[in-house]
């Protein structure tokens, strides 16, 4: 006798995981992203607004900021929040972190700018930046980014050198690490921790 079809019964395909990216930019950070998106890759970019300027609030309103998007870490979503120094003091840092690891959050933080983290790309740079605009003054030298503008695509430019700026990031921190320097702290400069991200974006290209 056939069996009736019960819709109950029937297995549900299991979604892949979402990489939630909450950044402060809403240009460069976008721009740099989206090309992680693949089939197997799904990342959900979301700019910040401005009132979350600061780091803590940026991370203690993350989850409100996906709106009615679903987030499940139970089946391997990730939220990272992608942040600069800017003005917050190593109060607001040192909340922001201990926010984001009681809610299992990730953070890709950047001393000065995000644009080190480009920088790390085509030189070991360790000596300290002053702010944004000195990274970017690095960076337009020649061989580099000479006509870098924070709404240029520069993905194309800077992957075949990938592998060196992760290295030379990781060095970093080890370095700060070495010498007792907190991370997330304004006291890091120069430092950049996009490269942690950058790698679980990249390990998450052919997950079946």
């Known amino acids: 006798m056939r069996k009736e079809y019960d819709p109950n019964k029937v297995k549900q395909r299991k979604r892949k995981p979402i990489i939630y990216i909450i950044c402060e930019g809403k240009e460069t950070e976008v721009l740099y992203f989206k090309h992680f998106r693949t089939r197997n890759c799904l990342v959900d970019i979301v700019p910040m607004t401005s009132k979350y300027t600061a780091a803590e609030h940026l991370v203690k309103n993350a989850k409100g900021l996906l709106s009615h998007a679903d987030y499940f870490p139970k089946d391997g979503d990730q939220l990272w929040c992608v942040f600069d120094r800017d003005d917050n003091t190593n109060a ?7 926010h984001a690891d009681k809610n299992g959050y990730k953070i890709a933080y950047s001393n000065p700018s995000f644009e080190y983290w480009y920088l790390l790309h085509f030189v070991k740079h360790n000596g300290y930046l002053k702010d944004s605009n000195a990274v970017i003054e690095q960076l337009k030298k020649k061989e580099r980014l000479e006509k870098y503008e924070k709404s240029t695509d520069v993905f194309g430019t800077l992957l075949p050198h990938q592998t060196e700026a992760i290295q030379r990031a990781k060095e ?3 370095q700060l690490e070495k010498d007792n320097i907190i991370v997330l702290s304004s006291d890091s400069n120069p430092v950049t921790t996009v490269n942690e991200l950058v790698e679980y974006l990249n390990s998450q290209q052919f997950v079946g």
């Open 172 to 174: 970093r921190v080890e």
């Open 92 to 98: 607001q840092l040192k909340a922001a972190g201990e």
